[in-house]
């Protein structure tokens, strides 16, 4: 993909690392956009109603450690992208919503309400971002 010299997309459970750094060397803009929900368990319940509607399936088993995986990868994306746009997916039927987002690693945008997933993720620089966009009234 990187080779080829156009535009590309990739869709998967975790972030690609590897393939993330290879394509900024390669002079590549790179846009990770990662969606995710509050707990693992919602993903089984949507797969399987998604399985039941004759929709693709996943083997059940591999979604708890996909997630985790994801979860994983999440910090170390922000280092390798140049814009990371994260979304929460928890609220079922209502879509997601943007709930941070980092440009060349630097968090520059995010919820005042962040779910926990996100919380865990990023600790304490999550917090201060969003006590300083409390003071100022307005997010960035």
Do not use: C
Not at 107 to 132: A, C, I, Y
């Amino acid at each position: 993909m990187v080779r080829a010299r156009r535009s590309f997309a990739v869709e998967d459970w975790t972030v690609d690392l590897q393939l993330l750094e290879k394509a900024r060397q390669a002079g590549y803009t790179t846009k990770v956009l990662f969606i995710s929900t509050e707990d693992p368990n919602l993903n089984v319940g949507r797969v399987l109603l998604r399985m039941s509607q004759s929709g693709q399936g996943v083997p059940l088993g591999t979604i708890p450690e996909s997630y985790e995986e994801a979860m994983t990868s999440l910090p170390e994306a922000r280092k390798h992208a140049d814009d990371l746009l994260v979304y929460d997916n928890t609220e079922n039927g209502r879509g997601h919503r943007l709930v941070a987002r980092f440009i060349a690693g630097k968090l520059v945008k995010t919820t005042q309400t962040p779910p926990g997933w996100l919380k865990d993720v990023f600790g304490s620089e999550l917090r201060v971002e969003v006590k300083h966009q409390g003071k100022s009234g307005h997010a960035r």
